[in-house]
Nanobody, 120 residues
């Protein structure tokens, strides 16, 4: 599975950005994905989970630091997930990466990442 992120950029504090992650690959490999999500890594810090969403039921999970500000959504027909980020803070500055996992087959794919910079 190949993942391509888009939508990062520079925004002032309080602003919004929308990230997209499109998955491609064989029909079999795409159908094995049962959870996708966004992670981020700021300079000098470990990568952390931002939000995940299941393919089937659309169940979501968020890091406490983004609850109420970020919303993850999916379009299964397009094999794409989105991350709507509102009320951005300077501490949200990081490289945001998309992940797709198949828990049944133990597979995990990562995108190349997209930079999000929030200025104060």
């Amino acid at each position: 599975v190949q993942l391509v992120e888009s939508g990062g950029g520079l925004v002032q504090a309080g602003g919004s950005l929308r990230l997209s992650c499109a998955a491609s690959g064989s029909t079999f490999s795409l159908n094995t994905i049962n959870i996708m999500g966004w992670y981020r890594q700021a300079p000098g810090k470990q990568r952390e989970l931002v939000a995940t969403i299941t393919r089937g039921g659309g169940n979501t999970n968020y890091a406490d630091s983004v609850k109420g500000r970020f919303t993850i959504s999916r379009d299964n027909a397009k094999n794409t997930i989105y991350l709507q980020m509102n009320s951005l803070k300077p501490e949200d500055t990081a490289v945001y990466s998309c992940n797709a996992r198949s828990t049944d087959f133990g597979l995990s794919s990562w995108g190349q990442g997209t930079q999000v910079t929030v200025s104060s």
